[in-house]
């Protein structure tokens, strides 16, 4: 099973970019999915995430209204459309998914429950 992240760029302060998230090889079905970026000098932090039994979507503060995730099951592809983009979400970002378990809320934030993880993409916001 592979993640493949991409969609990432360069765009100006107040951009948009969406990025997508596809699973290939072995056919499976996440039970969630999460977005993680990881600034030059910083650790790895969350950004969004949804689960997919019922729908429910997390955001890290930073990034809440303006990012939005959203997943298409039939596809097995998840998305992060990012609005109003600021030159401090520059980062790799990076797409993971979790099959074996259903994450509950103070979980699904956590990098250790993700299994599968993509090669990230890169997102710089600059003037």
């Known amino acids: 099973v592979q993640l493949q992240a991409s969609g990432g760029g360069t765009v100006q302060p107040g951009g948009s970019l969406r990025l997508s998230c596809a699973a290939t090889g072995r056919t499976f079905r996440t039970t969630a999915t999460g977005w993680f970026r990881q600034a030059p000098g910083k650790e790895r932090e969350f950004v969004a995430a949804?689960?997919?039994?019922?729908?429910?979507?997390y955001y890290a503060d930073s990034v809440k209204g303006r990012f939005t995730i959203s997943s298409d099951s039939g596809k097995n592809t998840a998305f992060l459309q990012m609005n109003s983009l600021k030159p401090e979400d520059t980062a790799i970002y990076y797409c993971?998914?979790?099959?074996?378990?259903?994450?509950?809320?103070?979980?699904?934030?956590?990098?250790?429950?993700?299994?599968?993880w993509g090669q990230g993409t890169q997102v710089t916001v600059s003037s």
């Open positions: 949804i689960r997919k039994s019922d729908r429910h979507l």
């Open positions: 993971a998914g979790v099959s074996s378990l259903n994450p509950i809320a103070s979980t699904i934030r956590q990098q250790r429950t993700y299994e599968y």
